[in-house]
């Protein structure tokens, strides 16, 4: 008889002991879970606390269990920690119920990048602990488990409680993945809901008051002026650079007293010591094109990741003339914008002339080669060499001008030269200090050329990328103004603003008559009073009423309320929750926000396509930066069928296109059932009119237009249509340049 060696059977008849099925499953979803919190930086007091209960909760459900009956918990229970950590590394946020089928998709646990998973070594660990637990019930299988002790059932009970009683008691603002493992989580949302839906059924049918509207959507101009008299400048530089948080100009930290130190900018805070800073500056929403159609409309986007009002706009032939570039064009000035990237994405090929900008150019403008590859675009030192060509330029006409600059490389994947990436711990950073370097040569640059004599400079930022435990970092940003008459204006300026307050404050400055369409204050009054404003970022509804209460509401309508002076503020007293009336009335100013240009998102006509010939990459790259049209970030309702028309034609009678058409929605693959690949020739046009439904409301839902090949393509016709049931066809006579509205 053949005997075992030694090792194999002391660990053989370790695996046979009583408790060594109960340990590897507490190693499992216990002690692993805890780890790897730690090894990914979400180490937090309740993050840990979550973890243990969820991991006692399994513990005690699962211990007796037969293997057949726990596996599949455990192989669910391990895809969701695998789908947090991968969808917060690609979009920074925690999975929702309506991502679920996701699991089943393989690119659910890829990087955004398309480059594998972002995180492996959970995935190892995650999967060796589980076939570790398989082992010791299989080598234990016919033996006795004994019972865990009555009181070991209180445990999860317990730190359940805990973590209930901490998060009213002393409520944390950091980001949910941070404070909750995902089961947990999601289990908070559903009992909070139930009881929302409680309180609400106990109320009855009560018809909500309309909110008062007025502070959030009407123009203030009732503050002390700043200037003497119209402001001097002749011109108007707005600088928007791409994902700054206002934490990173050091006025702006210290004005509030923020904790965060590192000085990732110091550049443009130099800069900042001899302007006028705004520390208090709220952004309204993610995404690019929200952040540029508010501060150039004076309008809020949507605080509920509906279809982009930029691109609703393209449907309205009067709220467009009211935008900054289109009031500037009427008073005599030339308008221009100018961005580091591809126009079409995000369809501001369209939206930028709409508004009334007289020259609209991206990436095809630039003559001057990049120091560094980008997927999106300029990097930002050759973005600014050429920006500062283009202001020489504008200096030679007569005409006064209005010049609006968007940078491209803070933008995910950060890129930065090689030293850069030496001297900073991430590229993040090395992006950021890249940027920080090449702002400073253009503004020395204006400097040097005379412009900052005659020019209102103002910096500021679309959106926020937000900092890893700085309050409110997602909605704070910053306005840094630079004006001929500084020695009038503070360098601090106290009172809440934001992007919608920016064309208000710039047609101020020039004592331009402000459209009563605009909403906001201007940057250049001092108000003796308080004002509403909102926001809406990392999933949270945010709600200043200017009287000294902030409202923080995670939807649907669930709210904490603290004692707060401003909106952005280094901490807040906190007072308490609540839900029902009160939290829904900030729903319903959210909501009225939302339907400040269309009343419904359906039967509406949106078109994409244009005569422009689009030059074809050799292969494809990238599906964001590579997008041949603008569709993206639309809004479905639940129960409505959208359809989609196409016709692609390659322009080369020699050269075929290779196209592929995708739908993402929150950066997830959504299928569509059509071909992978497909060919447009100059003879044979690709020619697509498909449909599909929408049981579910959908979403930030994009479209991806792909194409590769040797030549160049048009794409005539990308129109898109979203309607009811039985409603089809009903825009089929309607030209694309007018508005339909909803029957």
Known sequence: MTRRPFFVSSLFNWLRRPNARLLSLIVLVLILPVCLRAALGWSTPLGFLSDLAVGSLLVVALHRRAWWLALPVLVFWALLAIATAE????????????DIHYLIDPQFVENST???????????????????????????????????????????????????????????????????????????????????????????????PTPAMAGLTDVDLNGQKLLAAPGQARNVLIIALEGIPGAYIRANREAIGSHYQEDLMPNLSRWAERGMNTPDYVLHTHQTIRGLYAMLCGDYDKLNNGTPKGVEMLTLTERNQACLPAQLREHGFSTHYLQGAGLRFMAKDKIMPHIGFDATHGMEWFSNSNYLEFPWGKDDKAFFEGALDYVGQLKKQKQPWMLTLLTVGTHQPYSAPEDYLQRYETPKQAAVGYLDDALDQFLSGLERQGVLNDTLVVITSDESHGIDGVRLASSWGFNLTLAPEQAQLPRLNAGVYGHIDLS?????????????????????????????????????????????????????????????????AERATYKGTYSGHPARQIA??????????????????????????????????????????????LEMPKGSHTRVRLTVRSVDPQQAAYIQLKAKQFEQDVQLGLPTEMIATADQPLELDF?????????????????????????????????????????????????????
């Open 87 to 98: 969808l917060v590394s690609a979009v920074g946020r925690l999975p929702t119920p309506s």
């Open 504 to 568: 208000t404050s710039i047609l101020d400055y020039f004592d331009l008559p402000v459209p009563t369409a605009l909403s906001g204050r201007s940057l250049f009054r001092d108000y003796d009073s308080g004002r509403e404003i909102m926001s809406f970022t990392n999933g949270k509804l945010r709600y200043h009423n200017g009287q000294g209460i902030f409202s923080e509401c995670d939807l649907p309508r669930r709210c904490r309320y603290y004692q707060s002076a401003g909106f952005i």
């Open 588 to 633: 319903a100013r959210a909501d009225a926000l939302d339907l400040s240009l269309l009343r419904t998102p359906l039967n509406h006509r949106y078109q994409f396509g244009s005569n422009n010939i689009i030059p074809l990459q050799a292969q494809i790259r990238d599906d964001w930066a590579d997008n041949l049209i603008g569709a993206q970030y």
């Open 114 to 208: 398309g480059g594998g998973l972002a995180h492996p070594a959970l995935t190892i660990a995650l999967l060796g602990a589980l076939v570790f637990w398989l082992v010791t019930k299989f080598v234990g299988r016919g033996l006795s488990r004994p019972a865990l002790p009555r009181s070991v059932w209180a445990v999860p009970i317990v730190l359940f409680a805990a973590h209930w009683g901490a998060q009213n008691l002393w409520p944390n603002d950091g980001d949910a993945w941070r404070l909750y493992n995902l089961p947990h989580q999601l289990l908070a949302s559903e009992v909070a809901d139930l009881q929302i839906q409680a309180e609400e059924w106990l109320d009855g049918d009560i018809e909500e």
């Open 691 to 743: 449909s599909f439904e929408n049981p579910q409301p959908r979403k930030a839902f994009s479209f991806h237009l792909l194409g590769y090949g040797n030549g160049a393509v048009e794409v005539s016709d990308f129109s898109v249509i979203t309607e009811l049931p039985g409603q089809e066809d009903i825009l089929d006579d309607v030209p694309d340049d007018e508005t339909a509205q909803s029957s």
